[in-house]
């Protein structure tokens, strides 16, 4: 048997994976005996920050991510499939079908059993091993205080912001279009593109771009030494770096051309739908920290929202994180102790797909130590060997919670060329990306194949 400590998306997968191996889990989620700041519901797998698992092309690295989790057998990606929304060329769901389709896939597991108790310290009692914990970013106070004792100086923190979220109706939508950037729809052709767009003349976003620099953020302790994550910053500290920087970062209008001008808006806001009725929309790459009356006011200044009714505001809340590389093996074990697993946030990784794709190595290796085997982790070339890999070297000395990427993937194509004696050949990137996530997941189909043999024989 092993214990998890989290029911967010990364220990739901590891306790589906470790269960589908065979081995019983007991899934301790403190919820909604002991509530946190921004959870609104007592499923397993809820949504706070986004409802997109972004990019869903094996163009894109957490394309293929997610494409090797469903290799891999994830239950995140096969809730996330059966609950999608139109998002263009990425993964968005409906929040509420996505944690019920987790939370119902978790409680019938005859495997799992599900307790609903908070778990204040790391246990002590040798019956809880092997642990993984797997408590996210908004890990008890408690918990992260005994956290930060057993790893020591390694244990970090960063803020995080939550966009807000509109009721459809409220949108004045003779004021917005319909489009996806490059028309790269859910079903291209069928409809007019998969976000609603509000878009702005170079006087309205500038106009705005001084409202939210000189709106009131929230007080939160230890903002005089605000340390954010770089890919989820508050639109008004994006505004701060510079007047463009909001245009050429979230309302960006690259790929969009305004039917009723017939030109690209000078600056754009998007907005995506965020459950599979269509009556919510969530501001996209808006997270912010200004106080909620400060986003009434400045929010409507956005052509087709001076009547909107928000259903949430955004808010921040703090992150913590564990240093992977000083604490992490690749397999997702501590270095100090092999039968203690972390996963997703609080292991060093950053995203909705890479929190859940820990958690799925964490839990396959959890179970691996009850089975008697060794714990595995497919190889570098592989989007989810690549992520386990960066957050057990990563230089610790600067270490920041990472996405997936092309970038930390093991050994380009042009490099093995290079080492093989062979010429580089010149490519596009769209090429380059597509060999890489070929390589990858003929690599990984690989992996499964010896690790299914290996445990038949077993």
């Given at each position: 048997m092993i214990?998890?400590?989290g029911g967010g998306l990364a220990g739901t997968e590891a306790a589906w994976q470790a269960a589908a191996l065979g081995v019983r889990v007991v899934l301790h989620e403190m919820r909604p005996v002991r509530p946190t700041a921004v959870h609104k519901t007592d499923?397993?797998?809820?949504?706070?920050?986004?409802?997109?698992?972004?990019?869903?092309?094996?163009?894109?690295?957490?394309?293929?991510?997610?494409?090797e989790m469903r290799r891999l057998g994830s239950l995140v990606m096969r809730a996330a499939d059966a609950s999608r929304v139109p998002a263009g060329a990425a993964l968005a769901v409906d929040r509420e079908r996505f944690a019920q389709a987790i939370t119902d896939a978790i409680h019938g597991n005859p495997l799992i059993t599900v307790t609903r108790e908070e778990v204040p310290r790391v246990p002590a009692d040798p019956a809880m091993?092997?642990?993984?914990?797997?408590?996210?970013?908004?890990?008890?106070?408690t918990l992260s205080a005994d956290i930060a004792a057993l790893v020591g100086g390694d244990h970090l923190y960063f803020y995080d912001a939550i966009s807000p979220i509109v009721l459809a109706e409220t949108i004045d939508m003779p004021r917005v279009f319909r489009a996806s950037r490059w028309d790269r729809s859910l079903a291209p052709g069928e409809a007019d593109g998969d976000y609603l767009n509000c878009p702005m003349t170079k006087e309205?976003?500038?106009?705005?771009?001084?409202?939210?620099?000189?709106?009131?953020?929230?007080?939160?302790?230890?903002?005089?030494?605000?340390?954010?994550?770089?890919?989820?910053l508050p639109i008004e500290?994006?505004?701060?770096?510079?007047?463009?920087?909001?245009?050429?970062?979230?309302?960006?209008?690259?790929?969009?051309?305004d039917p009723r001008t017939g030109r690209a808006p000078y600056a754009v806001v998007q907005l995506r739908q965020d459950n599979l009725a269509g009556d919510h929309f969530s501001l996209v790459g808006f997270q912010t920290q200004l106080k909620w009356g400060e986003q009434a006011r400045v929010l409507k200044m956005i052509p087709g929202l001076e009547h909107a009714e928000f259903v949430r505001f955004g808010m921040v809340h703090r992150n913590t994180y564990i240093n992977g590389p000083t604490v992490l093996r690749e397999t997702w074990q501590t270095k100090a102790r092999p039968d203690l697993f972390f996963a997703g946030q609080i292991s060093g990784v950053e995203g909705y797909v890479e929190s859940a794709a820990s958690g799925l190595i964490a839990g396959r290796n959890a179970a691996a130590l009850v089975r008697?085997?060794?714990?595995?982790?497919?190889?570098?070339?592989?989007?989810?060997?690549?992520?386990a890999y960066y957050v057990s070297h990563a230089d610790?000395?600067?270490?920041?919670?990472?996405n997936i990427t092309f970038g930390i993937m093991a050994a380009p194509l042009d490099s093995q060329a290079l080492a093989q004696g062979k010429p580089a050949r010149?490519?596009?990137?769209?090429?380059?990306?597509?060999?890489?996530?070929?390589?990858a997941l003929r690599d990984l189909d690989e992996w499964i194949n010896f690790e299914t043999s290996s445990i038949t024989s077993a």
């Open positions: 214990h998890i400590v499923r397993l797998a809820e949504l706070v920050c986004s409802n997109s698992l972004r990019g869903d092309k094996l163009d894109n690295a957490v394309g293929l991510l997610k494409e091993y092997p642990l993984v914990i797997a408590t996210g970013p908004l890990t008890s106070e309205e976003y500038e106009a705005f771009h001084d409202a939210v620099t000189s709106a009131e953020s929230a007080t939160v302790h230890d903002f005089d030494k605000e340390k954010f994550f770089e890919g989820c500290v994006m505004a701060h770096r510079g007047r463009d920087t909001l245009r050429f970062g979230p309302m960006k209008p690259v790929g969009l051309v008697g085997e060794e714990p595995r982790v497919p190889p570098r070339t592989t989007a989810i060997g690549a992520l610790p000395r600067n270490y920041q919670p990472t010149r490519t596009g990137k769209l090429e380059r990306k597509t060999a890489l996530a070929e390589r």
